[in-house]
């Protein structure tokens, strides 16, 4: 391996009391000296960036290299931990801003202003291809043959796929039984990863495959992983190349595991370190009202950073009570349906990085912004619609103003989570009404209602024309 390389990038413990250091080859997902997560980070002297952000927009032309291809690798010199010819691409990362005018007038800002970066675009269908891309070049640069992931459907869906177009390495994969949307399920299964449906949710399949990776020596890829954000910061990237590298005012993203908002995070304060730019958006991490852990500790009990020493106990003492009283996350976005964020400290640093806000939206809100993505075009995921709700309702409070540029990521495909599609659309009518009702779910203002009709041309004449408008 390429020694000057190992030497530049290394682990570092994100405890500003620890500070412990770990070569980039070992494999780990806590620091051994404390306990808290880990970074990978860079001696930039010997790694030397670009000079300005716009050097990157060349590699759009170098088609032939497929690490120039890869929207991830394209950007190798911000996340310089692997040797190129370890790095992992399946086509990852090519994805694109887009300019969203009737989303922009559902959210209440002004038409241009609004932007949502559609990450669903990616080969497994979520922005998790990013961070496994990077993921599996570490695995590769330690010779790992099995990797395990904990997952409430898209980690799972990436880690499979990965394994199967890379032939690089088996994968296990752990769901909580019931609690996975179908797509994602099915992606599993077709591309033939071993999974294990643990009769439990996600933070039980989480805290049994930590255990399990350990005994068997198996790599984990969940955000844990700290090599697994580096790939995600790279959304952050595209978003500012799209925007010309001119960072937007808000990015507001859905908060689950919390391993995207920290990455984007982490992606903004290396720039500004580095001085590739000189503000940083505003951050907005928006929880499911029943998965609220965030929004509790951040907003309601001043949970912060504190300069890299956050206050621990209030944050125990949450998670005791939780246990004691037996609450468990309760939403329809299952991707966010998480009880214990794993990256929780991390997410505190990008929040004070970004002068981040956090906010909670309820399933009802979260379907009704998922129907107006649908209808301007793009479609997602439930989980990926907490976003434009975050966004309407820190516009409504006035906490983002009309005329701010707002980024809104789409996490998921619309194809994820049919069932959900289809139960908001066909609300009322079927006994779909059984998947929304216990989500607090009562109304779907923007059905687009199927119509039903008789097999009879006269009629079918009829409806069509007493619908078109
Ligand atoms: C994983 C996932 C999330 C949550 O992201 P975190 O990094 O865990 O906070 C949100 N939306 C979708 C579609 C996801 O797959
Ligand atoms: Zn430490």
């Known amino acids: 391996m390429n020694l000057s390389l190992t030497e530049a990038a290394f682990q570092r413990c994100i405890s500003r009391r620890c ?32 000079k300005s952000l716009a050097e990157f927009e060349a590699l759009w032309a170098d088609r032939a290299n497929p690490l120039s291809f890869s929207g991830v690798w394209r950007f190798r010199r911000l996340l310089p931990f692997a040797p190129p010819e370890l790095c992992v691409t399946i086509g990852e990362g090519q994805t694109l801003l887009h300019r ?30 990013n961070g496994m891309s990077a993921a599996f070049s570490h695995a590769r640069m330690v010779g790992a043959t099995t ?8 980690t799972s869906a990436s880690l499979a796929i990965y394994c199967a177009v890379t032939r690089l390495m088996r994968a296990v994969i752990f769901v909580g039984s019931g609690k996975i949307a ?37 790599y984990l890829v969940n955000s844990v992983n700290p090599f697994r954000l580096e790939g995600q910061k790279t959304i952050m990237y595209r978003v500012l190349e799209a925007l010309r590298w001119e960072p937007p005012d808000w990015i507001v993203v859905p908060g689950g595991n919390l391993g995207n908002s920290s990455a984007f995070g982490k992606a903004f304060m290396e720039l500004l ?35 890299g020493e956050p206050n621990m106990t209030a944050a125990d003492r949450f998670f005791g009570q939780m246990d004691a009283e037996g609450r468990r996350a309760s939403t329809i976005a299952s991707a966010i349906e998480i009880n214990r964020p794993v990256n929780l400290t991390k997410c505190l640093r990008a929040l004070e990085v970004c002068s981040g806000v956090v906010r909670e939206v309820t399933d009802q809100d979260i379907l009704d912004a998922k129907a107006q993505v649908g209808a301007g075009g793009l479609g997602c995921e439930p989980a990926s619609a907490a976003s434009v709700a975050g966004a309407k309702k820190l516009r ?3 906490v983002i103003g009309p005329n701010e540029r707002v980024v809104c990521v789409l996490t998921g495909h619309q ?4 069932n959900a599609t289809v139960a908001y659309h066909t609300a009322e009518r079927t006994q779909c009404e059984k998947v929304l009702a216990p989500y607090g779910v009562t109304q779907a203002p923007f059905a687009n209602r199927p119509v039903a009709v008789a097999n009879d041309l006269d009629e079918i004449v009829r409806q069509i024309q007493a619908h078109s408008h």
């Open 273 to 307: 370190e580095l001085g590739l730019i000189r503000r940083a958006p505003r951050l907005a991490v928006i929880n499911a009202a029943g998965a609220n852990t965030l929004y509790q500790l951040y907003e309601q009990q001043s949970l912060r950073w504190n300069r």
């Open 182 to 218: 179908y797509g994602k399920l099915s992606q599993a299964l077709d591309y033939g990863a071993l999974t294990l449906q643990i009769a439990g949710d996600f933070d039980d399949a989480m805290a049994r495959v930590q255990q399990v990776a350990k005994q068997l020596g198996i």
């Open 100 to 129: 969203a005018d009737a989303v922009a007038r559902y959210v209440g800002v002004q038409p241009d202003r609004l932007y949502l970066q559609y990450e669903g675009m990616n080969p497994s269908g979520s922005f998790k291809d």
């Open 19 to 50: 500070g412990a250091t770990f070569a980039v080859d070992e494999v780990l997902t806590a620091c051994p000296k404390c306990g808290h997560l880990l970074d990978v980070a860079y001696d930039w002297d010997r790694l030397p960036p670009p």
């Open 147 to 154: 990797a395990a992931c904990a997952s409430t459907g898209n």
């Open 415 to 418: 194809l994820k989570d049919p």
């Open 396 to 398: 409504a409070e006035g």
